[in-house]
């Protein structure tokens, strides 16, 4: 008896000690992080910050807010995600057309609790503020200032004159400890050069013109051109309703512009919601108003029965609003479909913004 009770507590004990090293292995261990020992972010520098325009430091108390940490997907998830990738485009995978919300994202491909806690932490060491963490788990907004950005990535953050306007950047590729590579990318940009407008771009001429040489398209031109009338005439009739698209904005837009335009070519009255995302940064007129105008405008016209949202970020000495805008809509779902109208040179976008 003495015996049999003997070796069922060893077994019991050999049990537990198991379960207590699988627990072990399963959970992710903090990282350890050498300051001391990092990585150059190579490619992150922007080709306007150069010696040439460089006007000297920046005040070390420069604001800098809502800058975006870029987060890789997890590991050992890489290749499950591109294999859903691809089934989502597949019509034969039962994944076909299967979209994740940015939760599910996260939890089936993002990095781990104790990833993100690391990032943090390190973020915070330096005395930035977290400002959120991504529900798809592949970024960390933070704020802080020069002078702090300065000693967490080893950058400079200089004063530079173009075209007569000053703008702020950082003067050399930044860098991360050697211990959060794989899971940081690095910061999507650190500088106030903006993305540009496709419709203030260079104009091509146009084929057709008026006696004064101005030149116009109605929706009701777009619709022949582009052959939309079939959707709009079809059984059931495709116009947008039930559908919700989620524009990418910097700036304020007059209501009455766009209800005017929808008044003046005969669509259907149908105002769009406009949502601010953190700070207003009001109606900065001009082509930045312009190009709001003809994103809201144009995607009305086309789905004429859509719901259109306009998501308006501020953008900051670090961060695009655009980029602000387009992170908002995905991460908080804000529509299915979301249209964007701004777009930079690859070089200009940096490593981690390409990313």
């Not at 300051?35 to 000297?56: F, I």
């Not at 975006?68 to 998830?77: H, K, Q, W």
Request: with cysteine; hydrophobic share 40%; charged share 15%.
């Amino acid at each position: 008896m003495y015996s049999h009770t003997l070796r069922t507590r060893c077994y019991l004990g050999v049990l537990l000690l198991a379960m207590i090293a699988t627990f072990s292995l399963g959970a992710q261990a903090q990282r350890v992080i050498n300051d001391a020992d990092r990585v150059t972010l190579h490619g992150n520098t922007h080709p306007l910050a150069s010696a040439e325009n460089d006007r000297g430091s920046a005040s070390p108390t420069l604001p800098m807010q809502r800058m975006v940490l870029s987060l890789g997907v997890r590991p050992d998830a890489q290749a499950a995600l591109q294999q859903f990738l691809a089934d989502q485009q597949n019509p034969h995978s039962p994944s076909f057309h299967k979209w994740l919300t940015p939760t599910d994202f996260g939890l089936r491909f993002g990095p781990t609790d104790q990833d993100i806690a690391d990032a943090t932490n390190w973020l915070k060491k330096f005395g930035f503020t977290i400002d959120s963490v991504g529900a798809g788990r592949l970024w960390i907004n933070f704020s802080g200032d020069a002078q702090k950005v300065q000693r967490a990535f080893q950058t400079q953050i200089h004063q530079f004159s173009v075209n007569g306007k000053m703008h702020h950047a950082n003067a050399t590729d930044p860098s991360i400890p050697r211990a959060l590579t794989g899971l940081v990318n690095g910061v999507v940009s650190l500088n106030d050069f903006p993305k540009q407008p496709n419709s203030t771009g260079t104009q091509l001429a146009p084929d057709f013109t008026a006696a004064n040489g101005a030149h116009f398209i109605s929706p009701a031109d777009f619709s022949l051109i582009y052959n939309v009338n079939t959707l709009y005439n079809g059984a059931p009739a495709i116009d947008g309703t039930g559908q919700t698209i989620a524009i990418v904005g910097r700036t304020d837009i007059n209501l009455a512009d766009v209800q005017f335009f929808r008044s003046f070519f005969g669509l259907p009255a149908n105002d769009p919601v406009f949502i601010n995302n953190g700070p207003d940064p009001g109606n900065l007129g001009g082509g930045e108003e312009m190009e709001a105008d003809l994103d809201v405008e144009w995607a009305g016209a086309v789905a004429k029965g859509a719901a259109i949202k306009l998501v308006i970020s501020q953008s900051t000495v670090s961060t695009d609003g655009v980029d602000l805008s387009a992170q908002y809509i995905v991460d908080n779902n804000v529509a299915p479909i979301m249209s964007t109208s701004f777009g930079l040179c690859e070089a200009s976008l940096g490593t981690t913004g390409n990313d």
